[in-house]
């Protein structure tokens, strides 16, 4: 099925990957893991881009069902809570396919982690086939190896694929020079360097995450998904966020 495409509105990011966390699914309301309202909104996000013929990826993380980390607080080996948390990010990432072919948007999910009659397994030359034929590829199950984050699995895939920008939707507009929640004089920085943002320490993905982007030269778009039209705005290359490249 072709993909749609706006005639007026001149794109500037043909394909990405977009990291979403899964604490953005939770309900603030009743504590449940998803919240389908929120899924729809994000879905109906997704489905605009697509419509104009950009080319999506998603790498979705599990925090909002089970975070590997946190689990050894409560004595589960590591090892073990990290694979509970990539089998999250595999109930979110059908969750995502389901909206968005209820949507009419063509989906396909990838795991990291066999697991045939769930979900295909990760083939790089699958995936970019299907993105080439206009269906949205979501990217589950990390890197398939404990001790990754989802941040490092989003790093991984944009790098294989060659997006053009790995774009991550956070709670916040951007990146800034200390926590804006805290400090009322925080500064947000539309655009910054890799070697500015190692400088300043500051929180842009995490550190093995962030060498990848560095290392294979994928800009990272920091935004607020809560804004307008945020996902659209950022594709067509409006002023939206922080870049670091």
Known sequence: MPTKRSATQPIKY???ILKLSGEVLRSAETGDPIDWNTLERICRQVKEIHDLGVEVGIVIGGGNIFRG???????VNRTTGDYMGMLATVINGLAFMECLEGMGVVTRVQSSIPMDQVAE?????RAVRHLEKGRVVIFVAGTGNPYFSTDTAAALRASEIGA?????????????DKDPAKHKDAVRYETLTFIEALKQRLNVLDSTAFSLCLDNNVPILVFNLNADGAIKRAVLGEKIGTTVC
């Open 164 to 176: 053009q920008v790995l774009m991550k939707a956070t709670k916040v507009d951007g990146v800034y």
């Open 121 to 125: 397994p990760f083939i790089l030359r």
């Open 69 to 75: 980390i946190s689990g050894t607080k409560r004595g």
């Open 14 to 16: 043909k394909r990405i």
